[in-house]
Protein backbone atom coordinates (compact mmCIF):
# COMPACT_ATOMS: atom_id res chain seq x y z
CA UNK A 1 0.00 0.00 0.00
CA UNK A 2 1.45 3.57 -1.02
CA UNK A 3 1.83 5.48 1.65
CA UNK A 4 -1.03 8.08 1.09
CA UNK A 5 -2.99 4.49 0.84
CA UNK A 6 -2.01 4.02 4.05
CA UNK A 7 -2.67 7.41 5.32
CA UNK A 8 -6.47 7.36 3.79
CA UNK A 9 -7.04 4.28 5.75
CA UNK A 10 -5.90 5.54 8.93
CA UNK A 11 -7.57 8.72 8.53
CA UNK A 12 -11.10 7.09 9.01
CA UNK A 13 -10.44 5.96 12.85
CA UNK A 14 -11.37 8.09 15.39
CA UNK A 15 -10.43 8.36 18.93
CA UNK A 16 -13.45 7.87 21.26
CA UNK A 17 -14.58 11.02 22.76
CA UNK A 18 -13.16 11.34 26.50
CA UNK A 19 -17.02 11.18 27.60
CA UNK A 20 -18.70 12.52 30.89
CA UNK A 21 -17.28 9.78 33.04
CA UNK A 22 -13.72 11.06 32.33
CA UNK A 23 -14.38 14.67 32.55
CA UNK A 24 -15.72 13.37 36.32
CA UNK A 25 -12.89 11.54 36.66
CA UNK A 26 -10.70 14.57 36.10
CA UNK A 27 -12.95 16.97 38.49
CA UNK A 28 -11.21 14.19 41.18
CA UNK A 29 -7.66 15.31 42.28
CA UNK A 30 -5.97 11.99 42.27
CA UNK A 31 -7.31 9.81 40.03
CA UNK A 32 -7.19 13.06 37.44
CA UNK A 33 -3.58 13.52 38.21
CA UNK A 34 -3.19 9.53 37.14
CA UNK A 35 -5.42 9.82 34.37
CA UNK A 36 -3.78 12.23 33.02
CA UNK A 37 -0.32 11.12 33.36
CA UNK A 38 -1.47 7.82 31.54
CA UNK A 39 -2.99 10.18 29.07
CA UNK A 40 0.75 11.82 28.41
CA UNK A 41 2.00 7.93 28.35
CA UNK A 42 -0.03 6.89 25.37
CA UNK A 43 0.53 10.27 23.75
CA UNK A 44 4.06 9.89 23.40
CA UNK A 45 3.42 6.04 22.53
CA UNK A 46 0.96 7.43 19.63
CA UNK A 47 3.63 9.71 18.07
CA UNK A 48 6.33 7.39 18.67
CA UNK A 49 4.50 4.94 16.62
CA UNK A 50 3.55 7.05 13.92
CA UNK A 51 7.12 8.20 13.55
CA UNK A 52 7.99 4.91 13.11
CA UNK A 53 5.46 4.53 10.51
CA UNK A 54 6.44 7.53 9.11
CA UNK A 55 9.99 6.48 8.56
CA UNK A 56 9.69 3.51 7.59
CA UNK A 57 7.07 5.25 4.46
CA UNK A 58 9.49 7.97 3.95
CA UNK A 59 13.16 7.81 1.77
CA UNK A 60 16.40 10.21 2.20
CA UNK A 61 17.20 12.60 0.12
CA UNK A 62 19.30 11.76 -3.18
CA UNK A 63 23.10 11.85 -3.20
CA UNK A 64 22.36 14.37 -6.11
CA UNK A 65 19.61 16.30 -4.21
CA UNK A 66 22.23 17.01 -1.64
CA UNK A 67 24.58 17.70 -3.81
CA UNK A 68 22.49 20.20 -6.04
CA UNK A 69 22.24 23.70 -5.86
CA UNK A 70 19.44 24.84 -3.54
CA UNK A 71 17.40 27.96 -2.45
CA UNK A 72 15.57 28.32 0.44
CA UNK A 73 12.66 30.43 0.93
CA UNK A 74 11.71 31.62 4.57
CA UNK A 75 8.52 33.55 5.51
CA UNK A 76 10.36 34.75 8.61
CA UNK A 77 13.86 35.19 9.80
CA UNK A 78 14.21 31.77 12.08
CA UNK A 79 12.19 29.70 9.57
CA UNK A 80 15.35 28.96 7.67
CA UNK A 81 17.15 27.30 10.29
CA UNK A 82 13.82 25.57 12.42
CA UNK A 83 12.35 24.18 9.01
CA UNK A 84 15.82 23.11 7.65
CA UNK A 85 18.55 24.08 9.00
CA UNK A 86 19.90 20.94 8.79
CA UNK A 87 19.71 20.09 5.74
CA UNK A 88 21.56 23.20 4.74
CA UNK A 89 24.60 22.59 6.74
CA UNK A 90 24.87 18.88 5.07
CA UNK A 91 24.33 20.46 1.93
CA UNK A 92 27.20 23.19 2.62
CA UNK A 93 28.78 20.51 3.63
CA UNK A 94 28.91 19.06 0.46
CA UNK A 95 30.08 21.71 -1.76
CA UNK A 96 26.70 22.74 -2.55
CA UNK A 97 25.76 25.97 -3.17
CA UNK A 98 22.51 27.53 -0.91
CA UNK A 99 20.84 30.70 -0.90
CA UNK A 100 18.49 32.00 1.35
CA UNK A 101 15.45 34.54 0.84
CA UNK A 102 13.09 36.10 3.45
CA UNK A 103 10.05 36.97 2.27
CA UNK A 104 9.08 39.20 5.38
CA UNK A 105 10.58 41.56 7.37
CA UNK A 106 9.65 39.82 10.75
CA UNK A 107 8.48 42.83 12.18
CA UNK A 108 5.54 42.08 14.35
CA UNK A 109 6.56 39.16 16.47
CA UNK A 110 6.62 41.17 19.55
CA UNK A 111 4.80 44.39 18.36
CA UNK A 112 3.42 45.29 21.70
CA UNK A 113 6.68 45.57 23.28
CA UNK A 114 9.04 46.97 20.51
CA UNK A 115 8.56 48.90 17.48
CA UNK A 116 8.38 47.54 14.04
CA UNK A 117 11.25 49.04 12.76
CA UNK A 118 13.74 48.20 15.34
CA UNK A 119 12.80 44.77 16.02
CA UNK A 120 13.44 44.20 11.86
CA UNK A 121 16.60 45.70 11.92
CA UNK A 122 17.31 43.40 14.86
CA UNK A 123 16.33 40.29 13.23
CA UNK A 124 18.21 41.14 9.64
CA UNK A 125 21.08 41.33 11.82
CA UNK A 126 20.38 37.77 13.27
CA UNK A 127 19.06 36.01 10.24
CA UNK A 128 22.84 37.07 8.70
CA UNK A 129 24.56 35.79 11.66
CA UNK A 130 22.04 32.53 11.59
CA UNK A 131 22.79 31.96 7.75
CA UNK A 132 26.76 32.51 8.55
CA UNK A 133 26.64 29.81 11.17
CA UNK A 134 24.84 27.39 9.09
CA UNK A 135 27.45 28.29 6.38
CA UNK A 136 25.34 31.12 3.84
CA UNK A 137 27.77 33.65 3.08
CA UNK A 138 26.07 37.15 3.54
CA UNK A 139 25.74 37.46 -0.86
CA UNK A 140 23.56 33.89 -0.94
CA UNK A 141 20.88 36.08 1.35
CA UNK A 142 17.59 38.03 -0.31
CA UNK A 143 15.80 40.12 1.68
CA UNK A 144 12.32 41.20 0.34
CA UNK A 145 10.87 43.06 2.94
CA UNK A 146 7.47 42.34 2.69
CA UNK A 147 5.16 43.19 6.10
CA UNK A 148 5.74 40.61 8.62
CA UNK A 149 1.86 39.16 9.23
CA UNK A 150 0.25 40.59 5.26
CA UNK A 151 2.67 38.49 2.79
CA UNK A 152 -0.78 37.19 1.35
CA UNK A 153 -2.27 41.10 0.20
CA UNK A 154 1.28 41.10 -1.61
CA UNK A 155 1.31 38.03 -2.77
CA UNK A 156 1.44 39.25 -6.44
CA UNK A 157 4.09 41.01 -6.05
CA UNK A 158 5.90 38.44 -4.31
CA UNK A 159 5.56 35.81 -6.82
CA UNK A 160 6.98 38.37 -9.59
CA UNK A 161 10.00 38.64 -6.86
CA UNK A 162 10.56 34.96 -6.34
CA UNK A 163 10.26 34.39 -10.11
CA UNK A 164 13.19 36.73 -10.47
CA UNK A 165 15.09 34.98 -7.75
CA UNK A 166 14.46 31.53 -9.69
CA UNK A 167 15.34 33.14 -12.80
CA UNK A 168 18.67 34.30 -11.24
CA UNK A 169 20.00 31.61 -9.28
CA UNK A 170 18.57 28.56 -11.28
CA UNK A 171 18.53 26.05 -8.01
CA UNK A 172 17.93 22.96 -8.74
CA UNK A 173 16.90 21.84 -5.19
CA UNK A 174 14.11 25.07 -3.87
CA UNK A 175 12.79 25.03 -0.22
CA UNK A 176 9.34 26.07 1.08
CA UNK A 177 7.09 26.24 3.57
CA UNK A 178 4.52 23.30 4.02
CA UNK A 179 1.11 25.03 3.36
CA UNK A 180 -0.59 23.09 5.54
CA UNK A 181 -1.98 23.42 9.17
CA UNK A 182 0.27 26.72 9.06
CA UNK A 183 0.79 30.45 10.25
CA UNK A 184 -0.92 32.32 6.75
CA UNK A 185 2.67 33.76 6.61
CA UNK A 186 3.79 30.17 6.37
CA UNK A 187 0.99 29.63 3.95
CA UNK A 188 1.04 32.27 1.48
CA UNK A 189 5.31 31.44 1.19
CA UNK A 190 4.14 28.05 0.29
CA UNK A 191 1.71 28.75 -2.25
CA UNK A 192 3.73 31.47 -4.09
CA UNK A 193 6.89 29.62 -4.22
CA UNK A 194 4.69 27.18 -6.01
CA UNK A 195 2.99 29.62 -8.38
CA UNK A 196 7.01 31.32 -8.75
CA UNK A 197 7.69 27.53 -10.10
CA UNK A 198 5.36 27.45 -12.94
CA UNK A 199 5.93 30.80 -14.11
CA UNK A 200 9.91 31.14 -13.96
CA UNK A 201 12.11 29.92 -16.64
CA UNK A 202 14.21 27.11 -15.44
CA UNK A 203 16.51 25.48 -16.99
CA UNK A 204 16.76 21.85 -15.37
CA UNK A 205 13.82 20.30 -13.37
CA UNK A 206 13.74 21.45 -9.69
CA UNK A 207 12.94 19.56 -6.53
CA UNK A 208 10.38 21.13 -4.26
CA UNK A 209 11.20 20.45 -0.28
CA UNK A 210 8.25 21.82 1.60
CA UNK A 211 8.88 22.10 4.79
CA UNK A 212 6.51 21.65 8.23
CA UNK A 213 6.96 24.36 10.76
CA UNK A 214 3.77 24.92 12.89
CA UNK A 215 2.34 21.52 11.07
CA UNK A 216 3.55 20.33 14.60
CA UNK A 217 1.92 21.99 16.69
CA UNK A 218 -1.04 19.65 17.45
CA UNK A 219 -1.80 16.48 19.02
CA UNK A 220 0.30 13.52 19.77
CA UNK A 221 3.14 15.69 18.93
CA UNK A 222 2.26 18.27 22.01
CA UNK A 223 -0.08 18.04 24.77
CA UNK A 224 -3.69 19.47 25.17
CA UNK A 225 -3.87 20.00 28.22
CA UNK A 226 -3.87 23.32 28.16
CA UNK A 227 -7.41 23.34 26.84
CA UNK A 228 -6.47 26.00 23.72
CA UNK A 229 -9.42 25.63 21.26
CA UNK A 230 -7.35 26.53 18.24
CA UNK A 231 -5.07 23.71 19.08
CA UNK A 232 -7.75 21.11 19.69
CA UNK A 233 -9.35 22.28 15.92
CA UNK A 234 -5.78 21.92 14.55
CA UNK A 235 -5.56 18.37 15.90
CA UNK A 236 -9.12 17.74 14.47
CA UNK A 237 -7.61 18.70 10.56
CA UNK A 238 -4.60 17.10 11.37
CA UNK A 239 -6.61 13.82 11.96
CA UNK A 240 -5.14 13.16 15.00
CA UNK A 241 -1.41 13.17 14.05
CA UNK A 242 -1.77 11.08 10.79
CA UNK A 243 -1.67 13.45 8.28
CA UNK A 244 2.18 13.10 9.06
CA UNK A 245 1.99 9.43 7.18
CA UNK A 246 0.26 11.71 3.76
CA UNK A 247 2.12 14.82 3.80
CA UNK A 248 5.78 13.88 4.97
CA UNK A 249 7.51 11.51 2.79
CA UNK A 250 11.39 12.67 2.98
CA UNK A 251 13.50 12.37 5.78
CA UNK A 252 17.03 13.43 6.21
CA UNK A 253 18.70 12.69 9.11
CA UNK A 254 20.55 15.42 10.96
CA UNK A 255 22.29 14.18 13.89
CA UNK A 256 25.56 14.94 12.66
CA UNK A 257 24.64 18.37 12.29
CA UNK A 258 22.22 18.87 15.38
CA UNK A 259 24.83 20.92 17.53
CA UNK A 260 25.50 23.52 14.40
CA UNK A 261 21.75 23.54 13.79
CA UNK A 262 21.46 24.61 17.40
CA UNK A 263 23.93 27.09 16.90
CA UNK A 264 22.40 28.78 14.53
CA UNK A 265 19.01 28.93 15.70
CA UNK A 266 20.44 30.52 19.21
CA UNK A 267 21.29 33.77 16.88
CA UNK A 268 18.01 34.45 16.26
CA UNK A 269 18.16 36.17 20.10
CA UNK A 270 14.52 38.15 19.85
CA UNK A 271 13.01 34.72 19.60
CA UNK A 272 14.88 32.42 21.76
CA UNK A 273 15.76 34.76 24.47
CA UNK A 274 13.44 36.59 26.61
CA UNK A 275 14.43 40.29 26.77
CA UNK A 276 15.08 41.82 30.35
CA UNK A 277 13.47 38.90 32.02
CA UNK A 278 10.30 40.12 30.52
CA UNK A 279 7.50 37.39 31.27
CA UNK A 280 5.82 38.98 28.45
CA UNK A 281 8.15 38.68 25.90
CA UNK A 282 7.44 35.72 24.11
CA UNK A 283 9.85 33.05 23.26
CA UNK A 284 9.67 29.94 20.66
CA UNK A 285 10.57 27.83 24.05
CA UNK A 286 7.31 29.26 25.56
CA UNK A 287 5.21 27.50 22.95
CA UNK A 288 3.23 24.10 24.34
CA UNK A 289 6.11 24.27 26.79
CA UNK A 290 9.06 23.60 24.55
CA UNK A 291 7.56 20.45 22.69
CA UNK A 292 7.17 22.52 19.46
CA UNK A 293 10.76 23.46 19.36
CA UNK A 294 12.05 19.96 20.75
CA UNK A 295 9.86 18.39 17.56
CA UNK A 296 11.97 21.20 15.41
CA UNK A 297 15.36 20.17 16.72
CA UNK A 298 14.82 16.52 16.28
CA UNK A 299 16.96 14.14 14.92
CA UNK A 300 15.60 14.47 11.33
CA UNK A 301 14.40 17.32 9.45
CA UNK A 302 11.12 16.23 7.16
CA UNK A 303 9.95 17.40 3.46
CA UNK A 304 7.04 16.71 1.34
CA UNK A 305 8.66 16.62 -2.22
CA UNK A 306 7.48 17.63 -5.13
CA UNK A 307 9.13 17.53 -8.80
CA UNK A 308 8.84 20.18 -11.05
CA UNK A 309 9.24 20.59 -14.49
CA UNK A 310 11.91 22.77 -16.41
CA UNK A 311 11.62 24.84 -19.62
CA UNK A 312 14.58 23.07 -21.05
Known sequence: MSIRGVGRFLARLRPPSPGP????????????????????????????????????LSSPLTEAE??????????????????????ILLKRSRGADVGVAFLTDGSKSHAALVS????????????????????VPERA????????GELARHARAAVSRVVELLTERQPHVVFAPLPVNEHPDHVATGRIVRA??????????????EYPIWFWHHFPWVSLRDGDPGLLEKTRAARFGLRVLTHLDVRVDVRAVRREKRAALAAHKSQMERRNGDPRWWTLGDVSGGELLSRLLADAERFRRIRVGGCG
Open 66 to 87: LDAPGLVFAPHPDDETLGCGGT
Open 116 to 135: PEILADERHLEALEACRRLG
Open 141 to 148: VTWMGFPD
Open 21 to 56: FLCRVRAWPKVGARADAFGERMRHGLAASLDRLSRA
Open 196 to 209: ALRRAPLEAPVTLL
